[in-house]
């Protein structure tokens, strides 16, 4: 069983929108610090969009504040990242990341769990 799995990337417009999920299974969803990070070719992850297991703390890398949104469904065990007005630079691997560790900005320390990945590709 493979405890995220990250879906909804694809090739989209500049200025158009996705929606990714992150589903998780075979572990207490609600306890843990969510977080969605980015890989562009040739460079570092780094974090995105992170949200806390309460729900009500969310950090945003500047460069997609105001333009991605994360929630988190503890319902669903799942977390999510609207993303709008995209732009060529948002392209990357996205991957989601669960921790009860949780590092700079509230986002989960890296030492927990990581999904597969899903590709965002923006064109311009």
Request: with cysteine; hydrophobic share 35%.
């Amino acid at each position: 069983e493979v405890p995220l799995v990250e879906s909804g990337g694809g090739l989209v417009q500049a200025g158009g929108s996705l929606r990714l999920s992150c589903a998780a299974s075979g572990f207490s969803f609600n306890d843990y610090t969510m977080g969605w990070f980015r890989q562009a070719p040739g460079k570092e992850r780094v974090g995105v969009a992170c949200i806390s297991s309460s729900d009500d703390n969310t950090f945003y890398a500047d460069s997609v504040k105001g333009r991605f949104t994360i929630s988190r469904d503890n319902a669903k065990n799942t977390v999510y990242l609207q993303m709008s007005s995209l732009k060529p630079e948002d392209t990357a691997v996205y991957y989601c990341a669960a921790d009860l560790r949780v590092g700079s900005y509230g986002c989960p320390m890296g030492l927990g769990y990581w999904g597969q990945g899903t590709q965002v590709t923006v064109s311009s």
